[in-house]
């Protein structure tokens, strides 16, 4: 295992035993730690506050950036959708995991496993109605304006 994994899980622990998701997450550049984060949602009430979100976001907001490209995430767990998407919209390259999604549902943890479930069915066999609303024709389509 390596100090990032080592830290990742010492950072899940800790966040378990005060009361949180086993979570931690270590972002890592230049073989050092930029950031780290643990599970918030226990604090926070922000369903978007995973540990390798909150990694994210400090990264991100420190270094007044989008591009996280050259970043590698240690996470104690398997990334759930949620941030498996932002490492991608991020250029994060490289994921390291200590437990899986199947490991997180059968202590009780089971939403990553459902929504990634989810995602391979088609849109009208998802649990949430997914229904297209076109815009009125008067309206600008917001994607070509923003092509201009």
Not at 54 to 68: C, N, P
Not at 108 to 125: A, T, W
Request: with cysteine; hydrophobic share 35%.
């Amino acid at each position: 295992m390596s100090d990032f994994m080592e830290r990742a899980v010492e950072l899940a622990l800790r966040n378990a035993d005060e009361g949180g998701h086993p979570f931690g997450a270590v972002l890592v550049k230049d073989e050092q730690i930029a950031a780290e984060g643990v599970n918030e949602l226990h604090r926070s009430y922000d369903v978007s506050a995973h540990a390798e979100m909150e990694a994210i976001r400090s990264v991100q907001e420190e270094q007044r950036t989008h591009d996280l490209s050259g970043y590698t995430m240690y996470a104690s767990g398997e990334p759930c959708p949620m941030c498996l998407s932002a490492m991608y919209f991020t250029g994060i390259e490289t994921v390291y995991y200590a437990g899986t999604v199947e490991e997180a549902a059968a202590a009780g943890l089971d939403l990553s496993k459902i929504i990634y479930d989810e995602l391979h069915k088609p849109r009208q066999e998802r649990k949430i109605s997914m229904i297209q609303m076109l815009k009125k024709d008067s309206q600008e389509d917001p994607m070509q304006r923003w092509n201009r």
